[in-house]
């Protein structure tokens, strides 16, 4: 057939205010002018502001002496210090507390996720009691609680709860002995390092050596022995370089040892049992995901239960627990911000404190909430990370 | 559950009486083996331990009577303070004679909202959508009065599991609809505004509620211009609302990826234009997708709303803690708290319960087992 006999309706060209490309670029235009004049309207407004109460800007007031105390602080400080030094005392507060909170609310909650699909039907129906009562209350309620009602219930220091040998629980905290190390103490911790070096090789070979062979190798049992040993040898042989300052009672006070403050400890107990519920749940999901078969077929393979656990359940649930998991961990440390209630010296408290004294708002905001940004950009660049490694790979 | 409990190779079924019966019950549920009865006995006597001691404490030797501390036991709890502060948790501050205007904003609410419950209701949607635009200049009117010959009341003076309600409330509406658009934009094919939702969501998502709140408390009064200032209480509204939209964007956005692609080029191949798109086909289905998801950020932001209290308003959990400061009742927290706590657990869990429900339903029609 020749071109063109059939005649083609004529394309009408669309009128430009039609045209989709034109009107995204006039839309997006629109919105940008909007948003830059809003931003505008505001800057202007607070610079107005700014002056009118008589507010320099700039971060010039970080080199200042800040002139209060922190209760707790990991590094040294005292009022003499400077502004950016409280800064960063309320930045390892915060770490720290995030960090021990985290590792007790990931082992509770793998121990309640685990408990809600027992088939034991008392320890399944606790573990869901737990979940559903701690999950529907506020944290700050809890934190709350922890701080005002629980450990402000504890007695007085000449009363104090012994938990054991030198551990005393009154309303100062928790009094653990100082380890005072002395000269030679570094030996064990080169040996120790060397040990973790030799668990790392000794692991690889044996994989080697399994994926070679298929000859298994005790990984585990040989590697916790040389990781134990090693250092506990060395340590004995060096002459125990390691004694314990404990902690004195009096009558009003405890003198020596290391105390963990109240603040402290309502945090720990308040964030890990809060995050332990929601943990459980994703531990659970994550279990109950592998799909029956999977286990049927381990079965049919030869291998036992614990195998099965170990080497088919675990790494698939592990899957879709650990970005779930990774979110959980970075809530926890945004909700340390909560201390601020109870006194807990974080980052936001000591942001909040700089602020009521200098009254620099704006950059004390910025200053937090960069800090706040960067933590959860890191975390989820982690969880990115991880999730590449761990994703299916399909052949 | 997924998890079989049982080595199937070693299934032999046993005689009757062992498998049905309260003991064969007991016998498979908790004695199954030597470490789960270990397991039982454990957690028995753990209930034990802290049980007892709590019902004692709470029940047994709690009293409901007396009108100060003097009148309860030392051992108990003193659950008069509940009931004699009990208006307090509920209204906070709220002048005692203007109470009837809340309970009457809220009455006006449930009978609204009946309709939409109505198994055949026409036009729902839109039904819904006028609500809320009509309902809260009517429910300002009446909580902030000063019209119509009514007493005005400062919003200082709203409280306790009022005050709770109305963030949540405003919380919910606004970020939802706020939520849907900063969702769309996440997902718009135009940089400008594709670029402008991911940070606003990111940063937002990025930093903690009580820095929001902070912010907003701090800095909106700067941001206006001199000489008008801002009340607290919009403060607090304004940091929970884009807080919980930013969130509710991912949650739908999360519906929006669920569906497939040949829903768009069906749609666009009919002439629908975007908006048409979006609220005929893509939307009705994209929601219904993320109920769930919508819930359980309902559930967050309606937990979230206690940390106004950080700011110096008086909801559930801050009337809680101004009752425990009164000299009064001092030393009389546990109980305080512990009445707050209930408060905002039959909420959660309620909300909680419903997500799951709707969860069953949707499952219904998509999976088959």
């Known amino acids: 057939m020749a071109r063109d006999s059939v005649a083609r309706p004529r394309r009408r060209p669309t009128a430009f205010w039609n045209d989709a490309r034109v009107r995204a670029i006039f839309a997006q235009l629109v919105v940008l002018a909007l948003v830059l004049a809003g931003a505008a309207y505001l800057i202007r407004n607070t610079l107005l502001n700014l002056e009118r109460l008589g507010v320099s800007t700039g971060f010039g007031f970080l080199w200042t002496t800040a002139g209060f105390d922190i209760s707790q602080t990991l590094i040294a400080y005292d009022r003499t210090y400077t502004y950016a030094r409280a800064f960063l005392v309320g930045l390892l507060n915060t770490f720290y507390v995030s960090l021990v909170s985290i590792v007790i609310a990931t082992i509770l909650g793998f121990i309640v ?71 030679g103490f570094e030996y064990t911790l080169v040996a120790l390092g060397v040990a973790v070096v030799a668990v790392v090789l000794l692991a690889r070979w044996a994989r080697r050596r399994f994926e070679a062979t298929g000859q298994p190798f005790p990984t585990f049992r040989v590697g916790l022995a040389i990781l134990v040993l090693l250092p506990v040898a060395t340590f004995l042989l060096t002459g125990r370089p390691l004694t314990f300052e404990y902690p004195e009672l009096g009558k009003f006070r405890v003198t020596g040892g290391l105390v963990m403050l109240p603040e402290f400890l309502a945090m720990v107990a308040g964030l890990s049992v809060y995050t332990a519920s929601f943990i459980a749940e994703i531990v659970r999901a994550g279990i109950e995901s592998v799909s029956k078969g999977q286990w049927e077929a381990a079965w049919s393979l030869g291998l036992t239960r614990g195998q099965t656990l170990r080497l088919i359940v675990i790494p698939q649930a592990l899957r879709v627990i650990i970005p779930p998991q990774t979110s959980q961990y970075l809530n926890l440390t945004k909700n340390s911000s909560l201390g601020v209630a109870i006194g807990y010296p974080d980052f936001f408290n000591v942001a909040g404190t700089i602020n009521n004294q200098t009254g620099q708002a704006v950059e004390v905001i910025a200053i937090t909430m960069a800090v706040y940004l960067t933590l959860s950009l890191l975390i989820s660049a982690f969880m990115n990370w991880y999730n590449r490694r761990m994703a299916l790979v399909e052949r | ?156 003076n709203w409280g306790g599991l009022f005050l709770t309600l109305v963030i949540a409330g405003v919380g919910i509406t606004t970020s939802l609809p706020l939520g849907i658009l900063l969702a769309l934009g996440r997902r718009s094919s135009m940089p400008v505004i594709r670029s402008l939702s991911v940070v606003f969501i990111e940063l937002v998502r990025g930093v903690p509620l009580v820095t929001i709140l902070f912010m907003a408390s701090v800095m909106l009064p700067l941001f206006l211009p001199p000489g008008v200032s801002i009340d607290k209480l919009l403060r607090a509204l304004v940091g929970v609302s884009l807080f919980s939209s930013a969130y509710m964007a991912e949650v739908v956005r999360g519906g929006l990826q669920a569906i497939p692609k040949g829903q768009y080029e069906a749609a666009q191949a009919l002439g629908l234009s975007y908006w048409q798109m979006m609220r005929l086909v893509i939307l009705p289905q994209a929601l219904r997708l993320v109920i769930p998801g919508i819930v359980n950020t309902f559930i967050g932001l309606f937990k979230d709303t206690s940390l106004v209290t950080i700011i110096g308003l008086y909801d559930l959990l801050g009337m809680a803690k101004l009752i425990t400061t009164d000299p009064a009742w001092l030393g009389r927290a546990a109980e305080s708290y512990l009445f707050a706590a209930f408060g905002f657990w039959i909420f959660c869990f309620g909300m909680s319960r419903y997500s799951q429900y709707v969860e069953r339903k949707l499952a219904t029609g998509r999976e088959r087992d």
């Not at chain 1, 009363?159 to 009094?175: A, I, K, P, T």
């Not at chain 2, 100060?68 to 009931?83: E, N, Y």
Request: positive net charge; glycine residues 6%.
């Open chain 1, 113 to 183: 996720g685990i408990a809600r699909l027992s088939s034991n039907w008392l320890v399944a129906k606790v573990a869901a009691a737990y979940i559903e009562i701690i999950r529907n209350v506020p944290l700050l309620l809890q934190l709350i609680v922890w701080y005002f009602v629980v450990l402000g219930g504890l007695p007085a220091p000449r009363n104090s709860v012994v938990l054991g040998e030198g551990l005393y629980l009154n309303v100062r905290g928790l009094f653990v002995p100082r380890p005072v190390f002395e000269p």
């Open chain 2, 1 to 156: 559950m997924a998890v079989p409990s049982q080595h199937p190779a070693a299934e032999v079924r046993p005689p009757v009486s062992e498998r049905i019966g309260p003991l064969a019950w007991l016998k498979h549920n908790l004695f199954s083996t030597w470490y789960n009865s270990l397991l039982t006995l454990l957690v028995l006597w753990l209930l034990w331990a802290t049980l007892v001691p709590f019902f004692e404490w709470a029940v047994l030797n709690a009293s409901l009577a007396g009108s100060s501390k003097a009148d309860c036991p030392s051992d108990g709890a003193c659950w008069a303070l509940i009931r004699i502060r009990f208006h307090q948790y509920l209204f906070g501050l709220y002048p005692v004679e203007e109470r009837w205007r809340v309970l009457l904003a809220f009455a006006i609410l449930v009978v609204a909202m009946v309709p939409l419950f109505l198994p055949r209701m026409p036009r729902r949607i839109s039904y819904a959508i006028g609500l809320i635009l009509v309902y809260p200049p009517v429910a300002y009117g009446l909580f902030a009065g000063g019209w119509f010959g009514l007493e005005p009341v400062e919003t200082a």
